[in-house]
């Protein structure tokens, strides 16, 4: 016999002996009260219960009929003990063929035990929780090697390229040999950057793991103060518009949240162009929002900008810098805050995006200023 019905067995017996019990306790009470009954009747009145030949129900006929009873009652609290332990032991078994399925790779399925709420579907929505951050894990996982094994490819082919070339050089002289050295240390250092974001990305696609309460103004204002000479050198404006804009989360994810969006402002822009950076509270919710000028964007394309290694920079203004991941780790910052955002590309040129989080106030606790 296995756990599940050995268990199921137990609650029957535990069920049935309930059952049973009530049953005497009804037949005792009820003969008990007859008994009385017979006895409180006077002399000479038609008696309920008699011990002998005559009217009503003799004494042997109520035993006989309390003994029968008692002996029918046993298959029938048994059936129904087992009935009922079979009816409250359905959702964990739904549970169990569920989780084996789940732990056999199917890890996109889920309990939904719905109706009615109880100890056990509670059970069952906590699981669910479980998969699905199971699940997130996974697939960052798999993401993450799937990308940096596709990404580092090429640098990782070119170095070698590199070095074979100078050394089968005869008339290399120390100026190749440092010259080839430089280029690998470039390359070396883009591999570095690469890793490092392709890192952000999974940490954001696996969730957070802890909740500060931060005002959003003063993680732009960090941010900010080492982008200046950045955009300076490209001749773009910086112009901020910060008001209070609390929030809990991640203090590093939503930092890197913001260094992505105005990195991707100030790349994806032109001469002379601007980048426009504004917080605020609305009712619930703290919004951040950052607005660029730059060649026009196709509605088609917009959702592509979000997704890892989509890199529309050569057909928007001939470069090539970046890894196609800044926006791709903002989406994924967004989503693991539960927070909602927001594109929208004007007809002129530019992308405008806002990213609106939950409000969080709490007055005995200050906010925390990201660090870079």
């Known amino acids: 016999m296995t756990a599940r019905r050995s268990l199921q067995a137990r609650l029957a017996l535990a069920y049935a002996a309930g059952i049973y019990a009530?049953?005497?306790?009804?037949?005792?009470?009820?003969?008990?009260?007859?008994?009385?009954?017979?006895?409180?009747?006077?002399?000479?009145h038609p008696s309920t219960v008699s011990s002998g030949t005559g009217p009503g129900i003799s004494l042997t006929q109520l035993l006989t009929g309390s003994a029968v009873a008692l002996v029918v009652l046993i298959p029938v609290a048994l059936a129904l003990g087992w009935f009922v332990a079979g009816r409250f032991l359905h959702p964990l078994r739904a549970i169990t063929t569920t989780a084996k399925i789940i732990s056999a790779g199917d890890l996109h399925r889920r309990l939904d035990l719905g109706e009615p709420t109880d100890e056990l579907t509670e059970l069952g929505h906590t699981l669910d929780?479980?998969?699905?951050?199971?699940?997130?894990?996974?697939?960052?996982?798999?993401?993450?090697?799937?990308?940096?094994?596709?990404?580092?490819?090429?640098?990782?082919?070119?170095?070698?390229?590199?070095?074979?070339?100078?050394?089968?050089?005869?008339?290399?002289?120390?100026?190749?040999?440092?010259?080839?050295?430089?280029?690998?240390?470039?390359?070396?250092?883009?591999?570095?950057?690469?890793?490092?974001?392709?890192?952000?990305?999974?940490?954001?696609?696996?969730?957070?793991?802890?909740?500060?309460?931060?005002?959003?103004?003063?993680?732009?204002?960090?941010?900010?103060?080492?982008?200046?000479?950045?955009?300076?050198?490209?001749?773009?404006?910086?112009?901020?518009?910060?008001?209070?804009?609390?929030?809990?989360?991640?203090?590093?994810?939503?930092?890197?949240?913001v260094a992505n969006l105005i990195d991707n402002a100030i790349r994806h822009n032109h001469a002379n162009g601007h980048v426009k950076i504004a917080t605020q509270t609305?009712?619930?919710?703290?919004?951040?929002?950052?607005?660029?000028?730059g060649p026009a964007i196709p509605d088609h394309q917009i959702q592509r900008l979000f997704q890892p290694f989509q890199k529309l920079a050569p057909d928007?203004?001939?470069?090539?810098?970046?890894?196609?991941?800044?926006?791709?780790?903002?989406?994924?910052?967004?989503?693991?805050?539960?927070?909602?955002?927001?594109?929208?590309?004007?007809?002129?040129?530019?992308?405008s995006i806002a990213v609106q989080f939950a409000h969080a106030s709490r007055p005995n606790l200050q906010p925390q200023k990201g660090n870079r």
């Open 129 to 257: 929780d479980l998969f699905a951050r199971l699940q997130a894990s996974f697939d960052a996982q798999r993401h993450f090697v799937a990308n940096a094994s596709h990404e580092l490819r090429t640098p990782l082919a070119g170095l070698r390229t590199l070095l074979e070339v100078a050394l089968a050089d005869p008339d290399a002289d120390a100026d190749t040999l440092r010259s080839a050295c430089q280029e690998a240390l470039a390359l070396g250092e883009h591999q570095e950057r690469l890793v490092r974001a392709l890192l952000v990305l999974a940490t954001s696609e696996r969730g957070i793991s802890r909740r500060d309460t931060l005002d959003l103004a003063q993680v732009v204002e960090g941010v900010l103060a080492s982008r200046r000479d950045q955009a300076a050198e490209r001749g773009i404006n910086l112009a901020e518009h910060l008001s209070p804009a609390v929030t809990a989360g991640d203090p590093r994810l939503l930092e890197s949240l």
């Open 282 to 293: 609305s009712g619930t919710q703290a919004t951040l929002t950052v607005t660029n000028s």
């Open 22 to 44: 009530a049953g005497v306790f009804v037949l005792v009470f009820v003969g008990v009260s007859l008994l009385s009954v017979d006895a409180a009747t006077p002399k000479g």
């Open 316 to 351: 928007r203004h001939g470069r090539h810098d970046g890894y196609g991941l800044g926006l791709a780790i903002v989406n994924a910052v967004t989503q693991a805050h539960h927070a909602t955002l927001t594109t929208n590309a004007p007809p002129e040129g530019g992308l």
